[in-house]
T-cell receptor, first 110, second 113 residues
């Protein structure tokens, strides 16, 4: 029940395309859903986050879609750029504890 | 600069030895965390602390120990009891309460030789 399942494991997208990463959870106690971006050899950095009372949140080229009834949420990266190539983690939080998905390695081809 | 400082960045350990990873933050955060990262497994919580002199086990605490004698510091000791310690270790901190951003340090690579 504490797991967050993330897919796909890896993703290759052409420059200018849309990158989509999906996550699913079971525990309805989760009340905060952040996405982190990690470059090689660095710590993860918060990219965008959403609470379950909102179905969508957009920040620049990054959008989170949230489906509370299905217990699923996804990250959409519009107009993907080579600089977006990184590992992306979804997470779900209750209290101060974060549970992470396994990560998606995104490569944007120029 | 405000942030989380981890040291050393790279560490080699012989089997049977204990090693301590340092984590210092100047963000005035009450909560601090240690995560372990292995390829294809995401980040797994080792220990976390919400207040000085108190800490709780995470999902994979066996073979690890921590202390929280100061608000700014949360060192992690990888003991010889940890069977597979080679990994990337990440320290993090946050304000207490749900929905507050967890900030990560740059990480420490530990390799057992």
């Amino acid at each position: 029940q504490q797991q967050v399942k993330q897919s796909p494991q890896s993703l290759i997208v052409q420059k200018g395309g849309i990158s989509i990463i999906n996550c699913a959870y079971e525990n309805t106690a989760f009340d905060y859903f952040p996405w982190y971006q990690q470059f090689p050899g660095k710590g993860p950095a918060l990219l965008i986050a959403i609470r379950p009372d909102v179905s969508e949140k957009k920040e620049g080229r990054f959008t989170i879609s949230f489906n509370k009834s299905a217990k699923q949420f996804s990250l959409h990266i519009m107009d993907s750029q080579p600089g977006d190539s990184a590992t992306y983690f979804c997470a779900a939080a209750y209290g101060n504890k974060l549970v992470f998905g396994a990560g998606t390695i995104l490569r944007v081809k120029s | 600069d405000g942030g989380i400082t981890q040291s050393p960045k790279y560490l080699f350990r012989k089997e049977g030895q204990n090693v301590t990873l340092s984590c210092e933050q100047n963000l005035n955060h009450d909560a601090m965390y240690w995560y372990r990262q292995d390829p294809g497994q995401g980040l797994r919580l080792i220990y976390y602390s919400q207040i000085v002199n108190d800490f709780q086990k995470g999902d994979i605490a066996e073979g690890y120990s921590v202390s929280r004698e100061k608000k700014e510091s949360f060192p992690l000791t990888v003991t010889s009891a940890q069977k597979n310690p080679t990994a990337f270790y990440l320290c993090a901190s946050s304000i207490l309460g749900s929905g507050n951003t967890i900030y990560f340090g740059e990480g420490s690579w530990l390799t057992v030789v």
